[in-house]
């Protein structure tokens, strides 16, 4: 009867796999502010997360919006903006390790090149030209609840 149990409790763990397992980039999951901009992501399965950001100006009204959306790729995960409601624009994954993606599209004027870093409660998000120029880097803590 043990045996039985502890083979019922296997097969259960190894059926219900981690989020992690069932979407690799679920570590951006979650509402991410840094007190002006509001980026919210959730994950809908499939390797798919679908997202927002929002900037709010200093009487807390919306001044920009924007509609994201990160979708399985051939060669990776792809992110795919839509500012303004308008786009979609898409950016390639160019790297990807544990708690990091790095997003490309060197045809597009201004970012080219996008990345998201985990680092606890931490998440950075980082804009620049190819090259490295013109940075912008963003680091959000979780939205209070």
């Not at 992501?41 to 679908?50: K, P, T």
Request: glycine share 12%; proline share 6%.
């Amino acid at each position: 009867m043990r045996s039985a149990l502890a083979a019922l409790m296997l097969l259960a763990a190894v059926g219900c796999s981690s989020t992690e397992d069932a979407a690799p980039l679920a570590w951006l999951a979650g509402c991410w502010t840094d007190g002006t901009i509001v980026e919210r992501w959730s994950v809908a399965g499939d390797g798919y997360l679908f997202g927002y950001s929002v900037t709010l100006d200093e009487d807390g009204k919306v001044a920009f919006f924007e509609q994201l959306r990160i979708e399985p790729g051939v060669a990776g995960p792809v992110y795919q903006a839509y500012p303004g409601g308008r786009g979609p624009t898409a950016f390639t994954t160019v790297e990807q390790g544990s708690g990091t993606i790095t997003f490309a599209n060197p045809a597009h004027d201004y970012p080219q090149k996008m990345s998201y870093t985990r680092n606890g409660d931490t998440l950075r998000a980082t804009i620049a030209l190819m090259d490295g120029s013109r940075p912008g880097h963003w680091d959000y803590h979780a939205c209070a609840r």
